[in-house]
T-cell receptor
Framework: QKEVEQNSGPLSVPEGAIASLNCTYS??????FFWYRQYSGKSPELIMF????GDKEDGRFTAQLNKASQYVSLLIRDSQPSDSATYLC?????????????FGRGTQLTVWP | GAVVSQHPSRVICKSGTSVKIECRSL??????MFWYRQFPKKSLMLMAT?????????EQGVEKDKFLINHASLTLSTLTVTSAHPEDSSFYIC????????????FGEGSRLTVL
């Protein structure tokens, strides 16, 4: 089983602040990394993916990948109360069928007004 | 992306009965779909890979005789929980991977099963 670890939180930040979410993974051969957002009682929705070392920005979201450290993070700038959700890190290992993702337990984020 | 629809969204059944959950890919012909399960406060766990026209591939520890998967067309996969027990109560979510090359999944709305 491929291990994906996240701080379970909860993480609480004020509106307008930067929220930083972290994830580590055990399979050094992992190639694709994903961040999903899941509201309570709902299914996950894709925020962004990254597969190259470095940063990838999409609006208020920035994913960072460091394969040497087996670490991936998500930064949310100008956090809004609507960002309050559980954020799931997912990994697709080397050799795995595309779509066979392994998820962390998620970090619960609360953005307070 | 892909639009994925699941039905029913909620189901309550008695112990010992069977429950069928449908997953439809509305705008994409999916040769492969994935079934995940999520217990409260827990991560999503991959149960099986559903292959159109052939047998599903189950993850280690998932009972294939208990969780029957049928993928009869490019737009429909079904998961049947046979002889359900209270420990099968969970959130079942199907997903589609569009083959874009990066492996991202698009999820259905999920089906919450409660077994009394």
């Amino acid at each position: 089983q491929k291990e994906v670890e996240q701080n379970s939180g909860p993480l609480s930040v004020p509106e307008g602040a930067i929220a930083s979410l972290n994830c580590t993974y055990s399979d050094r051969g992992s190639q694709s990394f994903f961040w999903y957002r899941q509201y309570s009682g709902k299914s996950p929705e894709l925020i962004m993916f990254i597969y190259s070392n470095g940063d990838k920005e999409d609006g208020r979201f920035t994913a960072q990948l460091n394969k040497a450290s087996q670490y991936v993070s998500l930064l949310i700038r100008d956090s809004q109360p609507s960002d309050s959700a559980t954020y799931l890190c997912a990994v697709n290992g080397r050799g795995s069928t595309l779509g066979r993702l392994y998820f962390g337990r998620g970090t619960q984020l609360t953005v307070w007004p | 992306g892909a639009v994925v629809s699941q039905h029913p969204s909620r189901v309550i059944c008695k112990s010992g009965t069977s429950v069928k959950i449908e997953c439809r890919s509305l705008d994409f012909q999916a040769t492969t779909m994935f079934w995940y399960r999520q217990f409260p406060k827990k991560s999503l766990m991959l149960m099986a890979t559903s292959n159109e026209g052939s047998k599903a591939t189950y993850e280690q520890g998932v009972e294939k005789d208990k969780f029957l998967i049928n993928h009869a067309s490019l737009t429909l996969s079904t998961l049947t929980v046979t002889s359900a027990h209270p420990e099968d109560s969970s959130f079942y979510i199907c997903s589609v991977q569009t083959g874009a090359g990066t492996g991202e999944l698009f999820f259905g709305e999920g089906s919450r099963l409660t077994v009394l």
